[in-house]
């Protein structure tokens, strides 16, 4: 079964969704400086009057004191195209830091733009003549990494492209026109693709991976006022619901498959701030059998408690230390079970003990700096008999390697 979870996480950031900067392409052959900002905004148009001087470029930057400094060139590519501009940054040192390589329509509307940074391929983006960005593409170490791909609302553009979004604001400009979804993939991806949702106003929705077989995971973010209410997750027969208070604090989940509840999670928190969890309380839908857990002040589990019918099958206590777990202790009607928990400086676990009855039944030993792969055991797990190891086993990688009977002959 595929895992429900996402290597990218809902929450997308991407800044060219909304419109190119349209500055008109500067004609062939010119070239311009400016002072600029770390993100190659052209902010004052900067000569030899200014204390720089454009022959001695780049090497004049930190003399004449400037942090950032913008090139804008042009050149006329030849044959029925259009323009291509050329921008570079440069930091104080005169190093290059960014590089924007644009290539124009004979209308003057950027078509593609290719983004390098301090040198290297970072990203390739393609546009529509209205200026909404249609595909991005981005690199690592020169190879493609990722692709997204925008979907708009359909607004009478002419072969399905997104017409131009006319400005009804004093001072020009464009309105902002949000997609739809966003296809997100990857080479080697493990054969699935992302799609990202996305309300008409602009606000995320939520993201559905499509695997190559055909499977489906799906999930769905309702927000109100920028604070999330309700999340939906489905994968095949399962769905899971959550939904949230005003503070953001999780009030229920419900557990479907094939569209019946099968489980309901309720939670309690305190009434005053900080508003801590109290308890979590777990229905099972076809037993009735209910799981209670309560939070000590720490915020860490303190009790758990399985209930059948209002009756108390089993209870386990937690003690922690630090936020560690050290001791845990479950009681039954006939039985009695113990462990402790012990760790390093590092606060890796190291060692457990396991008691029955108030015996020692098991010690289990970690090591964790045994390497992957390496010679040496990971864990040791010694059973015990009348205060006695009666065998012994030796894992590496969390599988056994090795067993024996201290006193006898390796079974």
Not at 142 to 168: C, K, T
Not at 183 to 193: E, I, L, T
Not at 275 to 283: A, K
Not at 339 to 352: A, G, I, P, Q, S
Request: hydrophobic residues 30%; aromatic residues 14%; proline residues 5%.
């Amino acid at each position: 079964m595929k895992s429900p979870c996402f290597s990218v996480w809902p929450v997308v950031s991407l800044p060219c969704v909304l419109f190119a900067l349209f500055l008109i392409p500067r004609a062939a052959g010119e070239e311009a400086w400016y002072k600029s900002n770390s993100i190659g905004t052209p902010l004052e148009s900067i000569d030899a009057s200014d204390g720089f001087d454009a022959a001695d470029a780049p090497g004049a930057f930190a003399d004449a004191g400037f942090e950032y400094v913008l090139r804008v060139s042009g050149e006329d590519p030849g044959g029925e195209g259009g323009k291509k501009e050329t921008r570079t940054l440069f930091g104080k040192e005169g190093t290059e830091t960014r590089r924007w390589e644009r290539l124009y329509s004979q209308t003057g509307s950027l078509e593609e733009e290719t983004v390098f940074v301090e040198g290297a391929k970072d990203s390739l983006a393609f546009y529509y003549p209205s200026g909404l960005v249609k595909e991005e593409v981005l690199f690592t170490n020169g190879r493609e990494d990722g692709r997204f791909v925008f979907n708009y609302p359909e607004r009478g553009g002419a072969d399905g492209i997104p017409e131009e979004v006319g400005d009804s604001a004093p001072g020009g400009g464009y309105k902002k026109l949000a997609p739809l979804s966003v296809s997100f993939s990857r080479p080697q991806a493990g054969g699935f693709r992302d799609e990202y949702q996305y309300l008409p106003s602009g606000d995320f929705r939520g993201i559905k991976r499509v695997y190559d077989d055909g499977a489906v995971y799906t999930s769905i973010f309702n927000l109100e006022h920028g604070i999330l209410r309700d999340e939906w997750h489905s994968f095949g027969a399962l769905e899971i619901l959550f939904h949230y208070d005003k503070r953001g604090n999780a009030l229920y989940t419900e557990e479907y498959r094939d569209s019946v509840l099968v489980e309901r999670g309720d939670f309690r928190y305190d009434t005053q701030s900080p508003f801590r969890l109290r308890q979590r309380r777990t229905r099972d839908a076809a037993s009735g059998r209910e799981t209670v857990l309560d939070y000590g002040e720490d915020g860490n589990p303190a009790k758990e408690s399985v209930l059948d019918g209002g009756i108390g099958l089993e209870v386990t206590f937690f003690a922690h230390s630090g936020n560690l777990l050290v001791r845990k202790e479950t009681r039954r009607r006939t039985e009695h079970e113990e462990w402790e928990y012990f760790y390093n400086d590092d606060k890796d676990l190291v060692r457990e003990h396991y008691f029955r009855g108030g015996k020692m039944y098991m010690s289990r030993t970690h090591d964790p700096q045994a390497p992957a792969g390496g010679e040496e055991y990971s864990r040791i797990d010694e059973y015990f008999r009348d205060g006695e190891v009666f065998l012994r086993l030796y894992f590496r990688d969390g599988e056994e390697v090795k067993r024996e009977i201290p006193g006898g002959d390796a079974p």
